[in-house]
Nanobody, 115 residues
């Protein structure tokens, strides 16, 4: 599954960023897509998931601050991140929903939150 994450950058604590995940139409219409992140020295973790029908799921650490959404006109999944804190600093990846240990990983996008 080919997905391309973008939109990372440097932001101050309390700020916001929106990440984008571009997909082909076939992938967008048939694959449950998730955002994951890997902080320095930590294991990759699931952050948020959106089903094809639009149901959303969040990790406890981001619920209420992050919003995952999908735009069928652009075949893109977004991750709106608000109230960022330094603990959110990580490389963020989008991928199909699955086992983080067995999925193939592309290039992510780095989010750095300064205190």
């Amino acid at each position: 599954v080919q997905l391309q994450a973008s939109g990372g950058g440097l932001v101050q604590a309390g700020g916001s960023l929106r990440l984008s995940c571009a997909a082909s139409k076939t992938v967008f219409d048939n694959v449950v897509i998730s955002w994951y992140r890997q902080a320095p020295g930590k294991q990759r973790e699931l952050v948020a998931t959106i089903t094809i029908s639009g149901r959303t799921y969040y990790a406890d650490s981001v619920r209420g601050r992050f919003t995952i959404s999908r735009d069928s006109r652009k075949n893109t999944v977004y991750l709106q991140m608000n109230s960022l804190n330094p603990e959110d600093t990580a490389v963020y990846y989008c991928n199909e929903y699955g086992d983080v240990l067995t999925l193939d990983w592309g290039q992510g996008t780095l989010v750095t939150v300064s205190s």
